[in-house]
């Protein structure tokens, strides 16, 4: 596709139920980055794959957070017995470069999913 | 954990002025780059700088790099309307092996036509 794409767009979630997000990223980048934004906030990290390999989860905020990539496209963000301090928009971005030389390839965002857990 | 800080959170200008904003980083960098964020949207790269430059430019874009001071500024030339968005900077840090980047908290640009 021409850039990143998230679904859904947005998602309200009862206080323990499991969610599931996805993300679609642009047609041969190597590079793919989940990252949270609560309102008002920057991006924080919380996990990095190269092509299948997560390389880093040094982010996720605890171990209800999992992220896989299992063939190297498509990622999904899964979230377990969701809490409220969960509400935010997370963020999928992905990129051309590769450990070592991705510092120079920008980031393409998706336009994110804005969870809400009530 | 954020390594920038962006000064000043907010900056409210009129159409046709500059507009300039600032950010501090922590540790050492590669590089650092400079993303804009619609309300509701994902964020957006505008530029990036090395380590090893001090000033770039694109279109009505000019950014800054003091490494000495850990800090860089975007100055936004003839502003309009349509700049109005959230600015933020994000950092290539030395010692990052997965490539990840660390953003500032942004600055909330209103230009006002």
């Known amino acids: 596709g021409a850039g990143v794409s998230q679904s859904p767009r947005y998602k309200v979630a009862k206080r323990g139920q499991d969610v599931a997000l996805r993300c679609d990223p642009i047609s041969g980048h190597v590079s793919l980055f989940w990252y949270q934004q609560a309102l008002g906030q920057g991006p924080e990290f919380l996990t990095y794959?190269?092509?299948?390999?997560?390389?880093?989860k040094s982010g996720l905020p605890s171990d209800r957070f999992f992220a896989e990539r299992p063939e190297g496209s498509v990622s999904t963000l899964k979230i377990q017995r969701t809490q409220q301090e969960d509400s935010a928009v997370y963020l999928c971005a992905s990129s051309s470069g590769r450990t070592g030389r991705r510092g120079d390839s920008p980031l393409h965002f998706g336009n994110g999913t804005r969870l809400t857990v009530t | 954990s954020q390594q920038g800080e962006e000064d000043p959170q907010a900056l409210s200008i009129q159409e046709g002025e500059n507009a300039t904003m600032n950010c501090s980083y922590k540790?050492?960098?590669?590089?650092l780059q400079w993303y804009r964020q619609n309300s509701g949207r994902g964020l957006v790269h505008l530029i990036l700088?090395?380590?090893?430059?001090r000033e770039k430019h694109s279109g009505r874009l000019r950014v800054t790099l003091d490494t000495s001071k850990k800090s860089s500024s975007l100055l936004i030339t003839a502003s309009r309307a349509a700049d109005t968005a959230s600015y933020f900077c994000a950092t290539d840090t030395y010692y990052n092996q997965g490539g990840k980047l660390i953003f500032g908290q942004g600055t909330e640009l209103s230009v006002k036509p």
């Open positions: 540790t050492s960098i590669n590089n």
């Open positions: 700088i090395r380590s090893n430059e």
């Open positions: 794959f190269q092509n299948e390999a997560q390389l880093d």
